[in-house]
């Protein structure tokens, strides 16, 4: 797996100027906001069913 990886950043064209640094807070960021969602989700569905007779 690491050998394609590392084949695939040396064949990356110079214009893409990402580095993995990048795609790690940008995945941090993803994860975060997917755990917020959930967790609102996990409470609301809690309130509302604690809402209902």
């Known amino acids: ?3 394609q ?3 695939a950043v040396a064949t ?3 214009s893409v100027d990402y580095t993995d640094k990048d795609f ?3 995945r941090d960021a993803m994860s975060k906001r997917r755990l917020a969602a ?3 989700a996990t409470y609301w569905q809690k309130g509302t ?3 209902r007779p």
């Open 38 to 40: 959930v967790l609102v």
């Open 49 to 51: 069913a604690k809402a």
């Open 12 to 14: 990356r064209p110079d």
């Open 5 to 7: 990886r590392h084949l």
């Open 1 to 3: 797996m690491p050998p």
């Open 24 to 26: 790690d807070a940008l």
